[in-house]
């Protein structure tokens, strides 16, 4: 450990950003480099403690404690210390395919199970996590690295986000030849069209690592979906292994009076059209503007936070976020201790541009729809809300009841549906004649990955249903890991 009272001495300090005010004018990520010699003395704060919890990814209560991919933390916080920048790149690559995504995409789960958090504010990880990636894309130490040796294996990934990019890097050093089926008209999956451009450029970012990918020895092939344009059973005798990344993309659906209404569409319907018209340079038949209206985003998780500042980048008149979970606490209450991620309240980066340009949060909490009302042409044109209250049911259940005398009306132009994904699309498992779990997800155990049918792996959102990037990422590498086994008859990759 370079400074072992560090975190005696330093204080907590995180990169700035663009003014809310600002950045809404444009679609450009917002967060400004901070200088090397303050990232120093941030990764000198790290305690390099007995027993690290920081690197330790698992799941308590339900959310991720610690880093998924097991990222060496406390190391390349020292190294960065040292300055030893390209030494601190290889240990993220060590664990980390693409730590240039989730150093800006990545709630950083790291940091709720920092140690030093316990009694003070948490290491910068993901900001350090960040600037040793950017620093080894503009060093030019991250290129290119084909596998020496090819086996003659074909390997089919399906999808082409964060859990299909980790399988496919993984299973192409392994030396397999591996081709990524993508139904989308460009390869990433979520990391292209599901998060915006402000959290996560694609030209400069996505694509850098792509171009990377191909020049590895990756083929991407996209417009193309397996099921329909390929058959399951062409697929499978084509390629000796199959790893299924297809994400968990059923959107979960609000069935209330005036759902057929126009103007109310799922979240990814908005921001995918979105991404894409700014990257065709034109928006397309599929785009959704939200300029001039009064939105109402139903959802109160990251989907719903890109959807208003989408909104607003748009030009819409007023934003609304209906959350139907209570506002947590300013800081961690008795049930939600140490190394749980903390559910404390904060503004996200859309909450803070609805405060600067309309005056406060846009969430409004226990709070749900209970109707849609349009107007004569069937347009939406307001949505009715009820405030609510967490009680049990005859079976014990937390349910959320009514509360009478708070019903509001809200003018709505534009209805966002943002509450979250209910598993998989079912054609392709279907054709596959794969078994599934309980929640339509690919049934296949976690470390195993090893679907009903041999030779067949699942995983990311598919398997484990709606999660992190970083989750998918780890998934990725575990289900090439037993990809690998299973072709070679054993595996030398992490």
Not at 196 to 222: I, S
């Amino acid at each position: 450990m370079g400074k072992p009272t560090g975190f005696m001495e330093y204080l907590r300090e995180v990169a700035q950003e663009v003014a809310p005010a600002d950045r809404i004018r444009n679609w450009d990520e917002f967060h400004l480099h901070m200088p090397e010699d303050s990232l120093r003395t941030q990764g000198a704060r790290c305690m390099d403690c007995g027993t690290p919890f920081c690197h330790t990814g698992m799941t308590i209560s339900g959310m991720a404690s610690g880093c998924p991919v097991n990222n060496l933390i406390p190391e390349w916080n020292d190294l960065v210390y040292r300055g030893l920048w390209e030494e601190a790149l290889e240990r993220l690559h060590k664990t980390n395919n693409f730590p240039e995504f989730t150093g800006r995409v990545c709630p950083a789960p790291c940091e709720g199970s920092c140690v030093l958090g316990i009694t003070n504010p948490p290491v910068t990880i993901k900001n350090i996590e960040y600037s040793i990636a950017e620093k080894g894309w503009e060093s030019g130490w991250i290129t290119p690295t084909p596998p020496q040796q090819r086996t003659d294996k074909k390997v089919a990934v399906i999808g082409s986000g964060p859990a299909g990019l980790a399988a496919a890097a993984q299973l192409n050093s392994a030396g397999h030849w591996v081709t990524v089926y993508e139904r989308a008209d460009r390869p990433g999956g979520l990391l292209m069209y599901g998060i915006p451009n402000m959290k996560l450029d694609k030209q400069q970012v996505v694509q850098r690592r792509l171009d990377v990918l191909e020049a590895e020895g990756v083929t991407f092939v996209c417009n193309t979906e397996v099921g329909k344009d390929i058959s399951a059973e062409n697929l499978l005798k084509e390629f000796d292994s199959v790893v299924l990344c297809t994400g968990s993309t059923k959107p979960r659906d609000l069935p209330i009076e005036g759902r057929e209404l126009k103007g109310i569409h799922f979240a990814m319907e908005f921001l995918t059209a979105n991404t894409r018209s700014l990257l065709d340079g034109y928006p397309g038949n599929d785009y959704i503007s939200a300029a001039g209206k009064d939105v109402v985003i139903i959802g109160g998780g990251d989907t719903g936070t890109d959807c208003v500042g989408t909104s607003i980048r748009h030009g819409c008149n007023s934003v609304t976020q209906v959350e139907i979970m209570p506002q947590p606490p300013e800081t961690r209450s008795a049930g939600n201790p140490w190394p749980e991620w903390p559910k404390v309240y904060k503004m996200d980066y859309g909450q803070e541009e609805a405060a600067a340009m309309f005056g406060d949060d846009p969430r409004a909490y226990l709070t749900t729809a209970t109707k849609f009302e349009g107007d004569e042409q069937g347009n939406v044109k307001a949505v009715h809300t009820v405030q609510i209250q967490w009680g049990k049911d005859e079976n014990g259940r937390f349910v959320p009841q009514n509360v009478p005398g708070t019903e509001k009306v809200v003018p709505a132009h534009l209805v966002l549906l943002a509450m979250g994904f209910l598993g998989p699309e079912q054609p392709l498992i279907d054709a596959l004649g794969l078994e599934k779990d309980g929640r339509s997800n690919v049934k296949a155990e976690h470390e195993q990955y090893t679907t009903s049918i041999p030779g067949v792996f699942a995983a990311g959102d598919c398997r484990r249903g709606q999660s992190l990037v970083v989750w998918a990422i780890n998934e990725g590498r575990g289900a090439a890991r037993e990809c690998d086994r299973y072709l070679m008859g054993t595996t030398e990759l992490p």
